[in-house]
Each structure stands twice: as C-alpha cells, then as structure tokens.
C-alpha cells in the first residue's frame, strides 16, 4: 500500500514538472542607444522604464557594463538590486555596490563577457557575440511570472542557451521596480564558433 501511495506520488510530481509552463517568445523588447555613461544616464534609463522588464533589462546594461569600466558596472548593478542585496559604500559611484553574495554571480560573468553579450538581440555565439551598436533586449512572461502585484518573474532571452532566463523583480517602497535574484544571468553560455 505505501509503495502504491509512492508511485502515485511519484507520477503526479513528474506530470507537473513534464506540464510546467516555458516562456512564450519574446512579449517585449526594449531598446536602448547604448551603454550609459554616467549613473545618472543609467538612473533615467532605469525611471523610463521602470516595469518588471525594465527591471531586467537594466540588470543587462549594467552586466555589458563590466567590460568597459568595472567600477561604473558595479555601481550600475547596485542600482538595479533590492536593498537587502546592495551595502552602503561612500567611495563608490552611487553610493552603494552589490553585497558579497553578489560577488560569485559578478565573478561568473566578468570572466566571460559572452554571457552579458548573449542577452543582446544580435549577438550569437555564430558571429562571436559581437555586440550591436543599439542595444535591444527580449523579455517575456509566462502564466506563473505574476507573484504577487509587487513580485514578478521575467524571462531574458539568451542566445547563449536554449531556453530564456528567470529574474526575479521586486516593486520597491518608491515604486521603482528592482531585481532581487538574477543569479541565472550569470550561467555559462555556449561557445563563440569563431
């Protein structure tokens, strides 16, 4: 009776994972002329588009940041994070920079640019990630992305991996929306063909 009980268990969980819902394609795409060039560029940027998306995209121009001036991309993602995420930081740009937990996610995709560049709509592992001029990013939701009216789940399309990625957003306090875990942005992507 209890292996009958188990099996019968063991059938359900595997159903609901074999019927979990994917991202559909792209819902929205936001677009942006390029990196920021000040933490202000970035604060606008962040006001403008200040939606789950936006949240998640933001996260993105601050990763592309790192590989051009790693002291403005720490300071952009510190923007981007919910409180409990960031510290105090009175040298740094901003005034803030992402915690210590953050530091292994930052470590993954300073070693390799290709991860943040795999966000981009243009950039490919068959053209080397190259990035475009005009930075596009797609996200998208699903059925089960709605939390709660101030929690969200976004995915950001990759061409560095099959399937899109999950942020998760968090409206704050002063109403913007902001990321408390982006830890899947920082996994591998597949190598550069050329």
């Known amino acids: 009776m209890v292996i009958l009980r188990w099996m019968m268990c063991a059938a359900v969980l595997i159903a609901s994972l074999l019927t979990l819902p994917r991202p559909a394609s792209a819902d929205e795409v936001l677009t942006f002329p390029g990196l920021p060039a000040s933490?202000?560029?970035?604060?606008?940027?962040?006001?403008?588009?200040?939606?789950?998306e936006g949240a998640a995209a933001m996260v993105v121009l601050a990763m592309l940041t790192f590989e051009?001036?790693?002291?403005?991309g720490r300071a952009l993602l510190a923007q981007c994070l919910i409180a409990a995420r960031v510290v105090f930081a009175p040298t740094a740009?901003?005034?803030l920079t992402p915690n210590t937990d953050t530091e292994f996610y930052i470590d993954q995709f300073t070693?390799?640019?290709n991860i943040a560049r795999s966000y981009v709509l243009g950039a490919s592992p068959q053209n080397g990630y190259a990035v475009p001029e005009t930075l596009s990013v797609a996200l998208s939701r699903n059925r089960l992305s709605v939390v709660?009216?101030?929690e969200v789940r976004v995915f950001v399309d990759t061409s560095g991996?099959?399937?899109?990625?999950?942020?998760?957003?968090v409206k704050g306090d002063d109403g913007l929306w902001r990321v408390d875990d982006f830890t899947s942005l920082s996994v591998g992507v597949f190598k550069p063909s050329n």
């Open 111 to 113: 070693r390799d640019p």
């Open 68 to 72: 051009q001036d790693a002291a403005l």
């Open 93 to 95: 740009p901003g005034g």
């Open 39 to 52: 933490i202000d560029d970035f604060r606008a940027d962040q006001v403008a588009n200040n939606s789950p």
């Open 148 to 150: 709660s009216p101030t």
């Open 161 to 169: 991996q099959p399937q899109p990625r999950p942020v998760y957003t």
